[in-house]
């Protein structure tokens, strides 16, 4: 039995499919159902990605998948098979469509509506103009429609499919047959609640006006869709694209797709480094912040092994490459990124989950509709004339604005506020999370070296010790260097001249000052000062608290200690309290250490702090959170944080921070301030609270309407206005977020 389920466990293979043709939620829904039917097979279909991830058995070949795919009415590619021009924008036909259409809708709404502008024919002008958008325009609807049907199924595409082109039919039968196309003719609207034939009226403006807001539904869905995959392109772009090797003691530059391991490579400063490998020669910091969310740089030599797409500071090295390609750890992150967002859960659109039921009920009361009247002896003018009005009432033109509308004012005042949501199906989360993970470099704090204070030995003054240490550290390149000469310039000024200047890599640096020699750099460095116990006790404070202690010596003695950490951001305590206002516990999770972290969180009040982490351990702090329960969003900027803000229910990305975090986020918060935190949490829970009254709302107009129509009493003009109205209620609705405003800083 053992021996059978190993043999089992061996022979199951796990493969992505890239999927086209889905066009809502329901779509992703079918093709799993299809996939899983087979024996052997367990299929996720993720409609925001596109991806399928089948596990299958010996039994089941990639191609048997395809085929199944295929004949559910949609198209599958192989990973080998997937086109491999990754820049196009699958949006750009969308958009076009959308722009196309457009075009001509205006103007036949302008007259169906403004009888100011119902000239001599002008129903005719409507027929040209609205044959294109109809047949043109809503090809993609019908196209599904006529897939569900072959598969005997339906969606909305299948309820806008039948609107528009029996609003257009209907229309073209008034023309021809009907009295609609007599010169003179104008739409009174008159509100009446009675049995028509409705062969006089017109609606050109119902079909045309359906396709082209449900066009711009889609196109604004896409667009936020495309984003998913954003994150896994965004890590790609942070390793080099090229290395300089040293092979027969000559350097050349080559491909990184041309290193091999075991070459060694030379980095020079400013330079990332192209594969996880080991120092041969040479000693610098090395700048992983972006990778472990340490904030200070890490002083490596022979024998250290350093991470590949890191950046080299201010020294020449050479390494050897020990892993490339797929190996490294950057494309080890990449594929944690990738995981968590095939595995998180899509929110479904409640306008994709009611169609399953509501589509279907609509179209069998519209052919009953149909029926009863032929059954009961009416004119066949009169049967139409009902079934249509149901079929157009029913329309979902309210429902396709319903959420592109919200979506689009929320995120426009969003993006006044400094917060971008990527999409609707964000929204969801913000109303259920109860647990908030914030990341401490740059996100927290400012994610730079600041100079925090300057401590002085007895008899010396402070600024004395500053403006001398600053002088020489101004001839290093090294960020903490770089932190001491900014806090003395800004602090006293210009800044005396340096003789003699030096720099000990990993150690510090020496010059001479005002004749002064001068030593500045770590309590070893200077072994041979006589330095006071004042002092030794303040770097041990400073230590103790996660902070960087420069100790600046001069003719044989130790003269005062400079403290250098990074610093919170003035707002982040602020931002804190209001999360908890929210409901929401916080947490800090850092790659930095415990020290330093404990420091940070007592300043802004956080409890819970876990230092010392790995990338993959903040997936695996994420993954234990929802495990327990909780409903986690994730506050970071760095590439060390991307899986994890994947991972999470809701992940927000400071503006300041990597491509990479910013692309795995749900949300990015434009200013750099945390306080941009709890407002986007508040306005998102206001556009998604928006979205859902839209919803009801644009079916409560639809399903109060259609007994009306049925028994015959809501011509198709009425249908249509009265849908017109269910849309500017919906539009109104959405506009309302306008007024949208962040809490003032207290």
């Known amino acids: 039995m053992t021996t059978d389920a190993t043999a089992n466990a061996t022979t199951t293979a796990t493969i992505e499919l890239s999927i086209d043709g889905m066009t809502c939620a329901s779509c992703a829904n079918r093709i799993e159902r299809k996939l899983n039917k087979i024996d052997g097979v367990t299929a996720t279909v993720n409609f925001a990605t596109e991806k399928a991830r089948v596990e299958y058995g010996a039994e089941v070949t990639p191609e048997s998948l395809v085929a199944t795919v295929e004949d559910a009415g949609y198209h599958a590619h192989l990973p080998a098979d997937e086109p491999s021009d990754v820049d196009d924008d699958p949006t750009a036909g969308l958009r076009r469509r959308l722009l196309t259409s457009a075009v001509p809708t205006v103007p036949v709404i302008a007259m169906a509506m403004v009888p100011a502008l119902q000239f001599t024919n002008w129903q005719w002008l409507s027929l040209a103009l609205t044959l294109p958008v109809v047949l043109w325009g809503a090809w993609p609807f019908h196209r599904a429609a006529w897939a569900n049907l072959r598969h005997g199924s339906a969606t909305m595409d299948t309820l806008i499919s039948m609107g528009t082109l029996a609003a257009l039919g209907w229309s073209v039968y008034a023309l021809f047959w009907g009295t609609a196309g007599a010169p003179g003719l104008t ?119 350093v991470v590949g797409a890191t950046v080299n500071v201010d020294g020449r090295l050479v390494l050897r490459a020990k892993r490339i390609g797929s190996d490294t750890q950057l494309a080890q992150m990449a594929r944690l990124v990738e995981d968590a967002q095939n595995g998180k859960a899509q929110a479904q659109r409640l306008a994709d989950r009611i169609s399953g039921v509501f589509v279907p009920i609509v179209i069998v009361l519209a052919l009953a509709t149909l029926g009863f009247w032929l059954v009961t002896g009416e004119s066949a003018e009169v049967a139409f004339t009902a079934a249509v009005a149901v079929l157009i009432i029913a329309c979902p033109c309210a429902l396709g604005l319903a959420t592109p509308t919200a979506l689009m004012v929320g995120t426009g005042r969003g993006a006044q506020l400094g917060i971008l949501i990527k999409g609707p199906e964000v929204l969801e989360s913000t109303r259920r999370i109860d647990t908030i993970v914030v990341d401490k470099t740059g996100t927290i704090t400012t994610g730079r070296m600041t100079l925090i204070d300057v401590v002085a030995a007895g008899g010396e003054l402070p600024d004395e010790v500053l403006r001398i240490a600053g002088a020489v550290e101004d001839g290093s390149e090294h960020p903490i260097a770089r932190a001491i000469a900014k806090g003395a310039r800004d602090k006293l000024g210009d800044l ?34 006589d330095i006071p116990d004042s002092v030794r006790a303040a770097v041990r404070e400073a230590e103790s608290q996660g902070r ?51 420091t940070i969180a007592a300043q802004v009040d956080i409890d819970d702090v876990i230092a010392e982490v790995l990338p993959q351990d903040k997936v695996e702090v994420v993954k234990r959170l929802q495990a327990e329960g909780k409903v986690v969003a994730m506050v970071g900027d760095g590439v060390n944080d991307a899986a994890a803000l994947a991972q999470a229910d809701l992940g927000l990305a400071m503006g300041s921070g990597t491509d990479v975090a910013i692309e795995a986020s749900d949300l990015t918060l434009v200013r750099d301030d945390l306080n941009a935190v709890p407002d986007a949490i508040r306005l998102s829970r206001r556009t998604l609270a928006t979205i859902k009254g839209n919803l009801f709302w644009a079916f409560a107009y639809n399903v109060a309407a259609l007994p009306l129509a049925a028994a015959g009493l809501l011509n198709p003009m009425i249908a249509g206005a009265a849908m017109a109205f269910s849309s500017v209620f919906v539009v109104s609705n959405s506009l309302r977020l306008r007024r949208f405003t962040a809490t003032a800083s207290r």
């Open 496 to 529: 005396p001249s340096v003789e003699d200047f030096t720099n000990m890599r990993g150690l510090g640096v020496r010059g001479r000052v005002d004749g002064h020699e001068v030593t500045v750099g770590r309590q070893r460095l200077l072994a041979s000062h």
């Open 187 to 305: 739409h009174g609207f008159e509100l009446t609640l009675s049995r028509t034939h409705g062969s006089a009226n017109v609606y050109f403006e119902v079909a045309a006006g359906v396709t082209t807001f449900i066009l711009a539904g889609r196109y604004f869905e896409a667009r936020s869709k495309r984003r998913a995959g954003a994150a896994l392109r965004a890590l790609l772009e942070l390793g080099a694209k090229d290395v300089v090797v040293r092979r027969d003691s000559a350097e050349q530059r080559i491909s990184i797709d041309e290193l091999g391991i075991g070459d060694e490579f030379v980095v020079r400063p400013g330079e990332k480094i192209a594969a996880d490998g080991v120092v041969v020669e040479g000693a610098s910091a090395i700048d992983a912040s972006m990778l472990t969310g340490e904030s200070v740089p890490v002083d490596v030599g022979p024998g250290d092994e």
């Open 548 to 598: 960087t202690a420069v100790v600046v010596g001069w003719d044989g003695e130790g003269r005062g200690v400079l403290v250098v950490a990074d610093a919170v951001k003035p707002t982040s305590a602020e931002a804190i309290s209001r999360l908890r206002a929210l409901g929401l516990k916080p947490m800090m999770v850092t790659g930095d250490n415990e020290a330093a972290a404990r």
